[in-house]
Nanobody, 123 residues
């Protein structure tokens, strides 16, 4: 397992941008597919974006395609989520997660989770 710590959340107006960061500890970071999930009050935790071991492949839930970009830097053990054109419905706690699978979108395939960072988008 890897240990994950998210940062970068905050309050932003609709149409604005935020960049979330996830710092990972452990020597096996590059052997983990990484993902971002979010959970709004009263809702299930949902997949947002994922990235393969080397970063070559990325994938997104439909509602964020064209607005969010996931990336990783294996030399720094970091994963990022650039969020542009934010909408009030993007308001949630965002979680970074690590999977032993190269490609994973189901939360049951992720075995390490961060503590979450709050993103609030005002209208």
């Amino acid at each position: 397992q890897v240990q994950l710590v998210e940062s970068g959340g905050g309050l932003v107006q609709a149409g604005g941008s935020l960049r979330l960061s996830c710092a990972a500890s452990g020597s096996t970071f590059s052997s983990h597919g990484m993902g971002w999930f979010r959970q709004a009050p009263g809702k299930e935790r949902e997949f947002v974006a994922g990235i393969s071991y080397t970063g070559v492949r990325t994938y997104y839930t439909d509602s964020v395609k064209g607005r969010f970009t996931i990336s990783r830097d294996n030399a720094k053990n970091m994963v990022y989520l650039q969020m542009n054109s934010l909408k009030p419905e993007d308001t949630a706690v965002y979680y970074c997660a690590a999977s032993l699978y190269n490609i994973a979108t189901d939360r049951t395939d992720f075995d390490s989770w961060g503590q979450g960072t709050q993103v609030t988008v005002s209208s």
